[in-house]
């Protein structure tokens, strides 16, 4: 299996209360990935200084502009052959690099696969929970 070049991007807008455990996984990740960037969407809260503080490269949309925005201009600043987006609330496993180059070995003309969120929300808080436990039972069904 050839090895792919991953580069992850994380939209983040005031998402300090989840971002460093979202970073402390990333950090896990074995193999882990060329490079990983927090894209900032105007944040008011410390969410910068905790990517910074985690030695993460950060950009930023300059102000609210949304999700897609950050996606968008995290890709851009970005170099490797395939761009795995992140959200500030979401834990990925250790092996989810190692599971998406299989995944990529196993079909060539693969051009795009999207994780499923699993029935065990790392996130403690209501929204998250119900947003996790709703998108596993779609992309499930």
């Excluded at 300059?62 to 999700?67: A, D, S, T």
């Excluded at 992140?86 to 989810?96: F, I, R, S, Y």
């Amino acid at each position: 299996m050839s090895k792919l070049s991953v580069s992850i991007v994380i939209p983040v807008r005031n998402g300090v209360g989840h971002l460093e455990s979202c970073l402390e996984h990333v950090q896990r990740l074995d193999p882990p990935p060329l490079e990983c960037l927090v894209a900032d969407d105007g944040s008011d809260d410390a969410s910068m200084k905790v990517a910074r503080r985690a030695g993460f490269r950060v950009v930023s949309t300059g102000g609210r502009r949304g999700p897609a925005v950050a996606r968008n201009l995290g890709a851009r600043n970005c170099q490797g052959d395939i761009l795995f987006f992140v959200d500030a609330d979401v834990l990925v496993a250790p092996d989810a690099l190692r599971r998406l180059e299989k995944t990529f070995a196993a079909d060539p003309g693969v051009d795009a696969v999207i994780g499923s969120y699993d029935d065990a929300p790392g996130s403690p808080d209501f929204p998250s929970q119900y947003r996790n436990l709703l998108h596993c039972y779609i992309h499930q069904r």
